[in-house]
Nanobody
Framework: QVQLVESGGGSVQDGRSLRLSCTVS????????MAWFRQAPGKKRDGVAV????????YYSNSAKGRFTISQDSAKKTVYLQMDSLKPEDTGMYYC???????????????????????WGQGTQVTVSS
């Protein structure tokens, strides 16, 4: 059974940083896509960043480029999202997700689409105040 557990959310002021973590268990494959998504109240779930676990390929949303960094620790089976220069519009529930084995994403639009992902964590709240 695949499980994703997020941590690291919280409340910070505009311009500060947070680092989210997502630890995966029960996933039997070495290379697969993992992503972070954000969902604000009343809005759809948007892709933030994607990494191909076990490799170095990454994708970012336009709003995340230059401020957020997705990374991995293969030994710990953990993916991180370092969020710097946070803005109030970054507020939302952040979800970690993993794609099914064998899936290939040829571009950022595909990789950042939440419907492409099979496994989801419970989410961690990020609130940025001005």
């Amino acid at each position: 059974q695949v499980q994703l557990v997020e941590s690291g959310g919280g409340s910070v002021q505009d311009g500060r940083s947070l680092r989210l973590s997502c630890t995966v268990s029960g996933y039997p494959y070495r290379a697969y896509y993992m992503a972070w998504f954000r969902q604000a109240p009343g809005k759809k779930r948007d892709g933030v960043a994607v990494i191909r676990f076990g490799e170095s390929a990454t994708y970012y949303s336009n709003s995340a480029k230059g401020r957020f960094t997705i990374s991995q620790d293969s030994a710990k089976k953990t993916v991180y999202l370092q969020m710097d220069s946070l803005k109030p519009e970054d507020t939302g529930m952040y979800y970690c997700a993993a794609a099914a084995p064998g899936v290939y994403f040829p571009n950022a639009d595909t990789a950042l689409n939440p419907f492409r992902y099979t496994y989801w964590g419970q989410g961690t709240q990020v609130t940025v105040s001005s």
